[in-house]
């Protein structure tokens, strides 16, 4: 089997947490959907609560500590993203905004991403669209057409519908569809030679 590697980014503040919850269900519909396709995927939780401190530091020095530092390198060396983020005010949490704020401007360049959000009620489900997904798109990843949305009742009795789940398994397959369409993802090592070492002497 082809091996990849998936980073899932969860913004939950709290733990528990709905958003981790999600996080984890995507993750294990895109593993399924993968192996569908004779690819074993990597997976990768990063919890940002964990990182809080560590992302404040980095934007005010513009140094990140040992943690966060292999957390932005696991993004930047995955072959897919999830990103899950709880919805406050109608649009994405700080703590997920300050921590694409702080990933290289170039890392998710053509990376698959999939996009899901958390809230306590439906009204907030458009977030993704007017927020998440332009937020991606300048980040020139390449986000696939689902999002995931789940809110409260979507976790209750109420929702045996099916229509949560649904979607995952949807959004979950076009992630992997994309991560099998591409080579592996490769990070250039920002201190290796490009040029000869006699041109730099010239």
């Given at each position: 089997m082809k091996q990849r590697t998936l980073v899932v980014v969860?913004?939950?503040?709290?733990?528990?947490?709905?958003?981790?919850?999600?996080?984890?269900?995507?993750?294990?519909?895109a593993v399924t959907a993968a192996a569908e396709r004779g690819i074993e995927l990597h997976v990768r939780t990063i919890e940002l609560r964990d990182l809080a401190h560590d992302i404040m530091n980095h934007l005010l020095t513009g140094f990140?500590?040992?943690?966060?530092?292999e957390a932005l390198d696991a993004?930047?060396?995955?072959?897919?993203?999830?990103?899950?983020?709880?919805?406050?005010?109608?649009?994405y949490s700080g703590l997920f905004k300050s921590f694409f704020d702080v990933v290289d401007k170039d890392a998710l360049a053509d990376k698959p991403v999939l996009i899901a959000a958390t809230a306590g009620t439906a009204r907030h489900s458009l977030a993704l669209e007017h927020a998440l997904r332009p937020l991606f798109?300048?980040?020139?990843?390449?986000?696939?057409?689902?999002s995931v949305f789940a809110a409260s009742d979507d976790w209750?009795?109420?929702?045996?519908?099916?229509?949560l789940q649904t979607r995952i398994v949807r959004g979950a397959t076009e992630l992997a569809t994309e991560i099998d369409r591409r080579e592996p993802a490769t990070v250039a090592d920002p201190f290796a030679l490009t040029v000869s070492f006699e041109d730099l002497l010239k």
């Amino acid at each position: 089997m082809k091996q990849r590697t998936l980073v899932v980014v969860s913004a939950g503040l709290s733990q528990p947490s709905s958003t981790r919850l999600l996080a984890d269900q995507l993750s294990a519909a895109a593993v399924t959907a993968a192996a569908e396709r004779g690819i074993e995927l990597h997976v990768r939780t990063i919890e940002l609560r964990d990182l809080a401190h560590d992302i404040m530091n980095h934007l005010l020095t513009g140094f990140p500590p040992v943690a966060l530092k292999e957390a932005l390198d696991a993004v930047a060396g995955a072959d897919g993203l999830i990103a899950v983020s709880p919805i406050f005010t109608a649009s994405y949490s700080g703590l997920f905004k300050s921590f694409f704020d702080v990933v290289d401007k170039d890392a998710l360049a053509d990376k698959p991403v999939l996009i899901a959000a958390t809230a306590g009620t439906a009204r907030h489900s458009l977030a993704l669209e007017h927020a998440l997904r332009p937020l991606f798109g300048y980040l020139r990843a390449v986000v696939v057409p689902t999002s995931v949305f789940a809110a409260s009742d979507d976790w209750g009795a109420d929702s045996s519908d099916g229509f949560l789940q649904t979607r995952i398994v949807r959004g979950a397959t076009e992630l992997a569809t994309e991560i099998d369409r591409r080579e592996p993802a490769t990070v250039a090592d920002p201190f290796a030679l490009t040029v000869s070492f006699e041109d730099l002497l010239k």
